[in-house]
C-alpha cells in the first residue's frame, strides 16, 4: 500500500500559512508529498521553507495561476487536481497549507487505509475538525462550521477537488474547467477514521489576517473591485474569545517553533462586550449560537441539518 500527500498554494509564507508544519505532519505516513506551488511574490519564501524539510519525499510542481480562466474559487481547485494527478499512492492524504494532523492520529490514519484497501466501495476516509480562532487556546466547533471533510481519497481519475477546494466529488466526463458544476457529478461514498484535523487558518496576527482575507477576496471576487472593498481589509477584530471552546490538549509536535511565534495576545479580547462598530462574526449571531446551543447540549455534537458533501457509509 501507498499513501500520497498532497497540497496546494501561492504566497503561502507570506500570508502566514504554517504549510511546513502541515506537510512535516504527515510525512511519517506517506511514500511522496506532492506540492503544486503557484508563482509567488517575489519576498514569499514559501519554496525555501518547504525545500528546509530536506526530505527526498516531497516534490514541487511549479504552475500559474489563472483567474479567469478559473474564478470564483475555482482556482484553488484546480491547483489541487493538479497535485492530486502527479500523485502514485493507492490513497491520497489532503492537505490544505493550514491544516495539520497531531502525531498521535497517525497509526490510526495508516491502520485505516489498511482495513480499506481493498473495500472498493469505500471511496474515501472522512475526518474530523478542530477549526482554531484567534490564539492556539480557543477552536469552533459550532454548527457555521464544518466539524467533518473528506480529506483521503482513492487515486481515481474521475475524483476530482471540487468548488474552492473544500472537498471532493466524482465527476466522469469532467471537462477540467467548471469544478462548481453541481450536474453530472457524485458525492464520494466515504468511512469514517477516528483522527482530527487541527485547521489553524484563522490563526494569524490581526494585520495577516486581513491580508489572507484580501488574497481569498480577489482569488474568490477576481482583482477588479479589491480597492473599493478595501475597508474589509482593516483592523481584524476576532470578537469574545470565551465564546469559544477551550482547547486544553496538546497541539502536533511539528506546531511547536510556529506557535512560538505567537505574539498578539494583546491584540485579542477575551472578555467584555463585544465591539459595536463592527459586523458580528457569522458565530456570533443569535440564530448560530442557539443552533449551536442545541448541538452541542441536546445533540451531543451532532449536526443539525445543514449540507454534506459525502455519502456515510457504515464501515
Known amino acids: 500500500m501507498r499513501i500520497s500527500g498532497f497540497t496546494m498554494g501561492k504566497n503561502v509564507d507570506k500570508l502566514y500559512y504554517p504549510i511546513k508544519p502541515a506537510i512535516m505532519s504527515i510525512l511519517p505516513i506517506v511514500d511522496e508529498f506532492v506540492v503544486a506551488l503557484g508563482k509567488s511574490d517575489d519576498d514569499d519564501r514559501t519554496r525555501e521553507e518547504i525545500l528546509s524539510i530536506g526530505s527526498d519525499k516531497i516534490k514541487l510542481i511549479d504552475t500559474v495561476w489563472d483567474l479567469g480562466k478559473y474564478p470564483n474559487g475555482m482556482e484553488n481547485a484546480h491547483q489541487t487536481d493538479i497535485a492530486k494527478n502527479h500523485c502514485t499512492g493507492d490513497w491520497l492524504f489532503y492537505l490544505q497549507a493550514d491544516e495539520v494532523i497531531h502525531e498521535k492520529f497517525l497509526p490510526i490514519i495508516k491502520k485505516r487505509c489498511e482495513e480499506l484497501l481493498d473495500d472498493k ?23 457555521h462550521w464544518y466539524k467533518h471533510e473528506i480529506r483521503i481519497v482513492r487515486n481515481v481519475p474521475e475524483i476530482h477537488s471540487w468548488e474552492s477546494a473544500q472537498s471532493f466529488r466524482r465527476i466522469p466526463n469532467f471537462d477540467e474547467i467548471n469544478y462548481r458544476q453541481q450536474e453530472g457529478t457524485y458525492k464520494l461514498k466515504v468511512a469514517r477514521v477516528d483522527a482530527d484535523v487541527y485547521h489553524y487558518g484563522w490563526v494569524r496576527p490581526p494585520s495577516l489576517m486581513k491580508k489572507k482575507m484580501k488574497a481569498l477576496d480577489t482569488i474568490h471576487r477576481g482583482e477588479e473591485g479589491t480597492e473599493k472593498r478595501e475597508t474589509m481589509y ?46 458580528k462574526h457569522t458565530h456570533e449571531k443569535l440564530k448560530y449560537r442557539f443552533l449551536t446551543w442545541i448541538e452541542n447540549n441536546l445533540l451531543g455534537g451532532r449536526n443539525l441539518g445543514g449540507f454534506k458533501n459525502y455519502i456515510l457509509l457504515k464501515k
Do not use: C
Open 234 to 279: 482593516r483592523n481584524f477584530d476576532y470578537g469574545l474569545l470565551d465564546q469559544l471552546q477551550k482547547f486544553t490538549e496538546t497541539h502536533p509536535e511539528v506546531m511547536k517553533n510556529w506557535i512560538a511565534k505567537f505574539d498578539w495576545k494583546d491584540e485579542l479580547q477575551f472578555t467584555g462586550k463585544p465591539s459595536g462598530t463592527r459586523k
Open 121 to 143: 466501495t469505500v471511496e474515501g476516509l472522512l475526518f474530523r475538525y478542530k477549526h482554531f480562532w484567534g490564539d492556539y487556546d480557543h477552536y469552533h466547533f459550532s454548527h
